[in-house]
Structures are given as C-alpha cells and as structure tokens.
C-alpha cells in the first residue's frame, strides 16, 4: 500500500535560521499533499498543502514544493521562531481519498 | 474552518471496560475519519465513519473492538470496548468536506485515554 517516509525525525535550529523537512511518497496517484504542525497536547493544524498541478506554494514564511517526477515535497520554513517548535507531520492522499502520514519531525528553534 | 469538538477531552478507565468518545462539527461534512495516535508518534487511520451506513475500517483494527456510528452529517462516536493498557492512547477525529475540499482534513482536539 502507499507509503510515506519522512525525515528527519528530528530538526534543531538557531531562531532566524531556514528549516527543511523532506517526505517521499510511494503512490504515483497521489495528487494532494497537506502539512499538518502539531504543538505539544494539541490537535494536528493543517499549515499549508499543495496539489499536484502546482510545483511549489508559499504563505508568508512557509513555502511547500513538490516534484512528482521523483515522488517527493518538502516544507521550508524561513526565519525560524521559537514558536515554530512543534512536530510537523506531511500527508499525502490515496486512491481511497485517505490521507497517509509521515512519520513526523520534531523540530526545535532556540532562540 | 470547521469548528470540531471531541467529548471527553481525557479519561482514565479501567482495563474491560469501553468508552464511547463523541466528535461533534458545527456544520455539514462529508467524510468523518477517527484516527489513533500513540505517545511520539505518527498519526494511524482506524475507520472512516460512513452516514448511514457501516463504517470502513483499516488493516488492523475490527467492528467488534472499535464500533463506530455515524447517525448524520454532523456528528460520529467511537467506541473502544473491553479496553486494555495497549489502548492508552489519543483519539482524534477529522472532518472532510462539506464547505471544504473533499480531501483536506481538519482535526478534532482529540481524547486522551488512559486504560489502567
């Protein structure tokens, strides 16, 4: 079945530093792409996606691109706050329309 | 976004026992997920809550341990029956569709169990 891999497990950078978290996906059907950050005791928030008929997409700090020649995106996170810090989760859809996650990143910003 | 609540938020039960834990959605969607998540880890689909109808489970988990209900377009519960220490974990529900894109999920603030 699909299969999302995600790396690295963990991420520590300097507060004002970029941070880039990469993910690979195994279905060449997949066509739609959500990042989701996780802060500590709440709930998953969907930060930004992209689909598949766009290479890259940005808001504010956060940019998403994605190359389905090779089956993988990243998330870039410019100027890093320490609110930044949290476990960032990429997704990426089936033919089912389910979502299959990644297995995380911890990213820590020290100011 | 929708906005989504889980009840309860936290609960410590007693090993053989089960919990129905309800997700409410203060409008109409179409797809209703629950998913388990385990401490530090990633997130793992149990079932996607059908209206009207049984719901669709995952590899892994069964009807008999996770019923799940799904009388409207608004509302699911899950239930984890006969519960043991392997269950402590966080329920999350997510909500598709509806003023949405059929395929962008939003999550409930999730129910931490703990089975003593």
């Known amino acids: 079945g699909e299969n999302v891999e995600q790396h690295p497990s963990t991420l520590s950078v300097q507060e004002g530093d970029s941070a880039v978290i990469k993910c690979t996906y195994s279905d060449s059907a997949s066509n739609y792409f959500p990042w989701y950050k996780q802060e500590l005791g709440k709930r998953p928030q969907l930060i930004i996606d992209?689909?598949?008929?766009?290479g890259e997409k940005k808001d504010q700090r956060i940019a998403v691109t994605l190359n389905k020649t090779a089956k993988h995106f990243s998330l870039h996170i410019t100027e890093t706050q320490p609110e930044d810090s949290a476990v960032y989760f990429c997704a990426a859809n089936n033919q089912g329309g389910k979502l299959i996650f990644g297995q995380g990143t911890e990213l820590s910003v020290k100011p | 976004s929708a906005v989504i609540s889980q009840k309860p938020s936290r609960d410590i039960c007693q090993r053989g026992t089960s919990l129905t834990i309800q997700c409410q959605v203060d409008s109409q969607v179409t797809m209703m997920f629950w998913y388990r998540q385990q401490p530090g880890q990633s997130l793992t689909l149990i079932a996607t809550?059908?209206?009207?109808?049984?719901?669709?489970?995952e590899s892994g988990f069964v009807i008999d341990k996770f019923p799940i209900s799904r009388p409207n377009l608004t509302f699911s519960t899950l239930t984890v029956s006969n519960m043991s220490p392997e269950d402590s974990s966080i329920y999350l529900c997510?909500?598709?569709?509806?003023?949405?894109?059929?395929?962008?999920?939003?999550f409930g603030p999730g129910t931490r169990l703990t089975v003593l």
């Open positions: 997510s909500v598709a569709g509806g003023a949405h894109p059929p395929d962008t999920q939003y």
């Open positions: 809550a059908n209206q009207g109808s049984e719901a669709t489970y």
């Open positions: 992209i689909r598949s008929n766009v």
